[in-house]
């Protein structure tokens, strides 16, 4: 298991480079990661993925009471819902990327599936992706919403706003939420030419082999 000060070294540096790849931009973008003493880290409000100091990340207890650290994002709402209905999440992932925000804009979006199936493995690391519609950054409905979800969904899409993806742990969330970009990327880039999607067979295919979460 990870020590604490691993883990704030490990926040910086999936932080960083998702910034420098243009995953999120200025000081957009959060992640909170739970501590082996079932507390958590969170990158503080304002902060930019690019510059980081481990030693200011805000870090709760387990009874959620701030203990060190800066203030956190405002986007607590919808990290504290993750954790509240999703026993497995060890971390949250929450970006401003910009082929997905620009998916979600889109008149004929699917709120139930957000992704089309283009290619395997965003159904293998994600599932189905729930779209959800436009909330004001940091209002608690965005957690409301989240809760609503009962736990179903380790991945949800902020319409205009950003993706937020649930890991076991921060790699697994770091990849599956560069997964998503990725996929909604190709959607983007394919719009408008008919691309052959994945059949219904091949998906639950993948489902079943992969034993992926799947909220049908």
Not at 28 to 56: C, E, W
Not at 76 to 85: C, Q
Not at 133 to 143: E, M, R, S, V
Not at 190 to 200: A, G, I, N, S
Request: with cysteine; aromatic share 6%.
């Amino acid at each position: 298991m990870s020590t604490i000060n691993t883990l704030r070294e490990d926040i910086c540096r999936f932080a960083g480079s998702l910034h420098a790849r243009g995953l999120t931009h200025g000081s957009t973008g959060n992640i909170s990661a739970r501590t082996p003493d079932g507390g958590l880290l969170v990158t503080p409000t304002g902060s930019s993925f690019m510059t980081l100091d481990p030693a200011r990340l805000s870090h709760f207890d387990a009874d959620m009471t701030l203990i060190d650290g800066e203030k956190p994002t405002k986007e607590m709402p919808l990290h504290r819902a993750f954790y509240d209905t999703r026993s497995s999440a060890g971390a949250i992932v929450h970006l401003h990327s910009a082929h997905s925000v620009a998916l979600s804009m889109m008149p004929d979006a699917d709120e139930d599936d957000f992704l089309p199936p283009l290619t395997p493995y965003p159904i293998m690391k994600l599932g189905r992706v729930k779209l959800l519609p436009y909330f004001l950054p940091g209002d608690a409905a965005i957690g409301e919403a989240i809760r609503g979800l009962a736990g179903k969904r380790s991945a949800v899409m902020l319409a205009n706003h950003g993706p937020v993806v649930a890991g076991k742990d921060l790699e697994s969330a770091v990849y599956a939420i560069e997964e998503l970009e990725a996929s909604a990327q190709l959607a983007m880039l394919t719009r408008d030419l008919k691309p052959r999607h994945l059949t219904d067979e091949q998906v639950t295919e993948l489902v079943e082999t992969f034993d992926v979460e799947w909220d049908r």
